[in-house]
Structures are given as C-alpha cells and as structure tokens.
C-alpha cells in the first residue's frame, strides 16, 4: 500500500491530545481535588476564556475555508496562510483549543486541567507543530523560513 507523503506525518488528529490532557485532569482531580483558589473569578473567567478559545479557532477556520484548504494534518498544504490571525501565531487553531482548555478548567474549577496544559505544549510542540514545521520548511522552503522570523509559534 502506497502513503501519501504529502503531508506533516502526524500520528492522529491534534485534538485528541487536547481531550486527553482534559480527560486526565478529570481522574487525576476525582484521585486527589485541586481547585482554583479564586472560584468565583474562575467562573468568569472560564466564560471569557472559552469565547475566546472558540473565537480564535473560528478566525483560523475562516482563513482554511476561504482558501479551500484542508485544516487536517493528514493533508497536503498548498499554501502559508500569513494573514489575518495567522500574522499573529503560526498555530492559531492550536492555540485556540488551549484557550478551550484552560477556560474549562477555569468553568469547572479543576486545577489538574490546568496542570496538565503543560505537558500538552510540550506534546504539541514536538509531536505535531514541529512536524509540520518540518514538512512546512520542505515544502515552502524560503518563504517558509521568512514567516517564522515574522510571527511566532504560538503567539
């Protein structure tokens, strides 16, 4: 069977690692609670923070519908979006759904969430974006290279 190698190579789709780092906050937190100290805040917070997250995503969508192009990591790139919200994080959708994260932790209290958005960036950052910035670079060469100096990987 033939691959399709043009693409990042990425193992699986980038939210399941968003929804693992959440499903394991829940049974860490059902083992041993930790809360936000700041609960009523957190409440509020977690509201702005999920609008947020869902906005951000939204913005980079838009861009992947405008063009055409395929936001899943199992396709090809056919172009490097620079702008709109991709002039302010390479990684915007990813970004996004750390917003999402975090704004549930807050919306329900659970500091293990939280605690685990740490090893989802470092997951991220090596299993997927430094992935496609590999096939990116590959693909796009110079003008590739010339964005990274521009905008930053998250934000």
């Not at 049974?27 to 936000?36: A, G, H």
């Not at 700041?38 to 977690?46: C, D, H, N, T």
């Amino acid at each position: 069977m033939k691959e399709h190698t043009d693409n990042a190579g990425i193992i699986t789709h980038p939210p399941v690692f968003y929804f693992l780092a959440i499903i394991l906050g829940l049974v860490f937190d059902k083992i041993y609670p930790l809360s936000f100290i700041f609960r009523e805040a957190s409440l509020v917070l977690g509201i702005i923070t999920i609008t947020l997250g869902v906005l951000v995503i939204a913005l980079g969508g838009k861009i992947f519908l405008k063009h055409r192009q395929n936001p899943s990591v199992h396709a090809s790139s056919s172009q490097i979006f620079q702008s709109g919200i991709f002039g302010y994080s390479r990684n915007p959708i990813y970004l996004g759904m750390l917003l999402l994260v975090l704004g549930v932790a807050l919306q329900f209290n659970i500091l293990w969430i939280a605690i685990f958005m740490v090893p989802l960036i470092l997951v991220m950052n090596r299993l997927v974006i430094e992935k496609e910035e590999i096939y990116l670079a590959r693909k796009f060469g110079e003008k590739y290279f010339e964005y990274k100096k521009c905008v930053r990987r998250w934000i």
